[in-house]
């Protein structure tokens, strides 16, 4: 099977919560069965690459190799050399603590975290004391950006924080606008509670509401459904199916590729915009209604059986 490719999506797919869904495990094996070349691509993330893949290698019952987990930030990872060149720059990342040891792995040399602008600025945000857990950020950095590699944890802060950082966090008359990156755009998410979670693109819109004056933000974004983050999952496929299956590259181009997720919003117009087949998933986000996805399946084991039988 070397003409078909799969991404697919992680939570409300394989997993809810902490629980893995059995029908993804059958799915796993079939699709490894089948020798289908395949990736997870998740707007999840806040860990290294390696590391998640350990996760869900674990969970799954079956191993997942680290350039087959594409989290929301991972294809942010060429952004360090934009931020990089002096010894002053500095990028805020969002995001919880392990966030910043991904960009350090990812490159970027002064990532900094926004309890360490609290720590050196306790008024930024006067509602919850600055923890001693953290140093306060030298005064000789320079924010050049703001990248959000995870759900913030304090949607408060951080919106004051944006508007405080500049070319000195602490200083009111260096205000200025900072390019923000958003590792995705999801409203909502699915873990195991039974109403959906707010997700990152709901802080985005709290953190542009925020905004004085009508200005807007200059913001770039990420994971899925940007275009930048299938084509970011396509290479990842073709090496998938190459390196292990030592299929022929040359007959790539040909190759149909299926993005599986229970977003629409997310998953499925991304996969569309692409120009992928995509198959909606009733496990997670969806649960009816009108979709504009290829197919609409059950749950990923129906999908590994459909897209199954798409190979020629
Ligand atoms: O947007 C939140 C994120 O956890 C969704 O993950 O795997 O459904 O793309 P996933
Ligand atoms: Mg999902």
Sequence with gaps: MQRIGIALDIDGVLIRGK?????????????????????????????????KAQELSDKLGSEIKPYQMIL?????????????????????????DTCRDVAFEYGFKHPILSEEI??????????????????????????????????????GRDIQIRQKAGD???????????????????????????????????????????????????????????????????NAIDRHATELYGFNPGSLEKRLYFGVGDNPESDIEGANRAGWASVLVKTGVYESGSHNATALVEDVEEAGVLVAKKDY
């Design 168 to 234: 000195n966090y602490c200083n009111d008359s260096n205000r200025k606008q900072l390019p923000v990156y958003f590792s995705n755009g999801d409203l909502v998410w699915s873990n195991n509670l039974s109403l959906t979670r707010l997700a990152q693109g709901s802080f985005r819109n709290a953190l542009e509401n925020g905004l004085s004056g009508g200005r807007k933000l200059q913001r770039t974004m990420f994971g899925k459904p940007c275009k930048s983050t299938y084509d970011f999952a396509k």
């Design 72 to 96: 929301a930030h991972t294809p942010m990872a060429p952004l360090a050399a934009n931020y990089s060149h002096n010894d002053s720059d500095a990028v805020l990342i969002l995001g919880k």
């Design 118 to 155: 609290l720590a050196a600025c306790p008024e930024v945000w006067p509602f919850r004391a600055p923890s001693d857990k953290y140093s306060p950020v030298e005064i000789n950095r320079r924010v050049g950006a703001i990248l959000s590699f995870h759900d913030s944890l304090d949607w």
């Design 19 to 51: 629980k893995v869904l059995p029908q993804a495990i059958r799915a796993i094996e079939k699709i490894k069965k089948n020798k289908v070349p395949f990736i997870l691509l998740t707007n999840g993330g806040g860990m290294a690459e390696a590391n």
